[in-house]
């Protein structure tokens, strides 16, 4: 009877025992989980900021031609409506192995290529486009097809000559450019 | 003798693969297309080569894709896919690679639901690497969603993810170097898995002359974001006019956009596109709405009108553009509808920028030995042209199958400036 009682005591101590670790637990999962939710909020893990990018893909030569796609991500103002790469005599776009009279510019997604100049200067060259329609917060927005005259032809452009306007009306003065693979939009 | 064990263990683990292999329904399809500039110089001769290698493998009740992509520029995707069920779970795993990049890792993605007493619940995990402008990421997201009577009840709770539905869009991965893009359900927004966001909706609610009420609440880490009430197809009264009515507080800014809809009757003949005008400034989201200082009905615009007619196999199809300003048609690609152009960029849809009317004829049978033939012209004409009718450009695209598992395609598009392209294609299936 002593050690049934004695069964009996430690069953109930041994419960209690685990009760008292369940409940220590649930409080520490709980506690765990209301800082990992306060610091989320207080902003440990917080999303940057994304700026808009201006994206100029690699130079894609098939043969003896080639072309460059340029893209946008992530621009405010509900998207991009204009872009202008410099001026003449003051081009954004520098070139090396492509053969500027061949250049052809195709708007995308609504782009209009309202004026362009490779030939002022060589290896160099500016063009204004504009969207009419709306404005491109993220997708290609031209295509710069040509030949190609030598090995690893370049294509870069200069972000301090680029102008860019969003569809809103207003300049967008804070963006960065790219030259990763890969985009979301 | 560890060398021989080794080999040995290879050997049988080949062997053990290829059978399962073998067992197991293994389906797939292999899909080319090159095209070329006959007029073009020699460096334009060539215009695109796409290749697309899709298998399939299922055992147990899971199917695993796999799906490779090839254009001109290389490698440029190879995705895993392995969809199944385990018991009452459904599961889906999505994985994403860019073998032509010096980052090949892109995107994963999983996805675990079930269905327990009416309620689904939903658990989403998406990883994007850094190889992605805006990366690293990776999150999770909760669903649940139930009904109450006659109300539909949505919870998602985001812990650095969203996911795709009415709201948010998932998240659309590009290649830039190529153009291309894949779309997955969800997307992760932020490194580590701290909670970002709650949303909840209930629909299905009826009140009055409103066939539909559904309210959504948003939170974030800042606090509320978003109250929408969305009250659809309103009945005042008119048979032809109903109203959209979209109440959206916000923490500072309450909004009220009214949208006027047409009913107009089942065409007997003839597809008209109308719409009803407002003064409101044409946009993405404000366009044909009532909101603001824009809350005038200006009148009823026609802006297309279409003709469709099959029969035998055979399908005649015209559409002409009346408002080429707002509205165009949409390339072969994406079925050849009237879309308007904001849209049509939004949705990444191709359209036809120059042409206002289409007269298309499709033609699909069956194959001699199995398969399907098609044949399909699409005749495009542009006010400005000088041409009989102001002809623009016609698009042929011929399919024949040699039987029910490989087929040649080909294609032409000729212009007032002569042949654009000419392509030539095949598809294997197994």
Not at chain 2, 131 to 152: E, N, P
Not at chain 2, 307 to 332: D, P
Not at chain 2, 412 to 426: F, K, P, Q, R, W
């Amino acid at each position: 009877m002593d050690g049934e009682l004695d069964m009996i005591c430690y069953h109930k101590g041994r419960k209690g025992v685990i009760a008292v670790r369940s409940r220590r637990m649930a409080a520490i999962a709980l506690a765990v989980g209301m800082i990992l939710g306060l610091t989320a909020c207080m902003g440990f893990w917080n999303t940057p900021i994304q700026l808009g990018n201006l994206i100029i893909g690699p130079v894609v030569v098939t043969g003896a031609g080639g072309y460059v796609l340029v893209s946008v991500a992530d621009m405010p103002g509900g998207g991009l409506a204009s872009i202008q790469f410099g001026t003449v005599a003051n081009e954004a776009i520098v070139f090396a192995n492509i053969d500027a009279s061949t250049i052809t510019i195709e708007g995308k997604n609504g782009f209009v290529v309202l004026a362009q100049d490779f030939a002022t200067v060589a290896g160099k060259g500016t063009l204004i486009a504009v969207n009419a329609a709306t404005g491109v917060v993220g997708g290609t927005i031209l295509k710069f097809a040509f030949t190609v005259t030598g090995a690893n032809p370049t294509f870069t452009v200069y972000k301090t000559k680029v102008t860019l306007g969003s569809d809103s009306n207003a300049m967008i003065a804070a963006w960065d450019t790219s030259s990763l693979d890969y985009y979301t939009k | 003798m560890t060398k021989r064990i080794l080999v040995a263990t290879v050997v049988i683990t080949t062997l053990v693969g290829l059978t399962l292999v073998v067992s197991g329904p293994l389906l797939g399809s292999w899909t080319s297309e090159f095209t070329f500039r006959p007029n073009g110089s020699f460096a334009e001769f060539i215009r695109s080569l796409e290749s697309l290698l899709v298998i399939d493998y299922t055992m147990n009740g899971f199917t695993t894709t796999s799906t490779s992509e090839f254009q001109l520029l290389g490698y440029v995707w190879q995705e895993f896919e392995a969809t199944g069920t385990l018991g009452a779970f459904g599961l889906q795993a999505n994985m994403l690679f860019g073998p032509s990049t010096e980052k090949k890792y892109i995107y994963a993605q999983f996805i675990g639901s079930v269905s327990i007493a009416g309620l689904d619940f939903g658990l989403y995990f998406a990883q994007l690497s850094d190889a992605v402008l805006g990366g690293a990421a990776d999150g999770f997201a909760i669903r649940l969603a139930g009904s109450i009577g006659m109300v539909h009840v949505v919870s998602i709770t985001e812990l650095g993810a969203k996911v795709r539905d009415d709201d948010f869009d998932g998240i659309t991965i590009v290649h830039a170097g190529s153009g291309l893009e894949r779309s997955y359900l969800t997307d992760p927004v932020a490194v580590g898995q701290g909670f970002t966001g709650q949303k909840v909706t209930a629909s299905g609610l009826s009140f009055g002359c409103v066939d539909d009420i559904a309210t959504t609440l948003y939170l974030t880490c800042a606090g509320f974001d978003f109250l929408t009430l969305e009250l659809e197809t309103i009945d005042i009264g008119l048979s032809w006019l109903t109203f959209d009515l979209d109440l959206t507080f916000q923490t500072t800014v309450k909004t009220i956009e009214l949208t006027p809809t047409l009913v107009l009757a089942d065409a007997l003949c003839i597809d008209v596109y109308a719409e009803v005008l407002t003064n409101a400034p044409i946009s993405t989201s404000t366009t044909n709405t009532i909101f603001d200082t824009y809350n005038s009905i200006t009148g009823i615009g026609i802006y297309g009108l279409g003709f469709s007619y099959s029969w035998n196999g055979v399908t005649v199809k015209e559409l002409t553009v009346l408002n080429t300003a707002r509205y165009a048609i949409t390339t072969h690609e994406y079925g050849s509808v009237i879309e308007e152009i904001v849209e049509a960029i939004e949705n990444g849809h191709d359209y036809c920028v120059n042409y206002w009317e289409l007269l298309s004829i499709e033609v699909v049978g069956d194959g001699c030995c199995g398969g399907t033939n098609r044949f399909l012209a699409n005749t495009y004409f542009n006010r400005d042209e000088s041409a009989l009718f102001g002809w623009g450009t016609t698009y042929i695209e011929g399919e024949v199958a040699i039987n029910s598992t490989i087929s040649l395609s080909t294609q032409l598009e000729v212009s007032t400036d002569g042949a654009d392209y000419l392509g030539i294609g095949v598809e294997v299936s197994w």
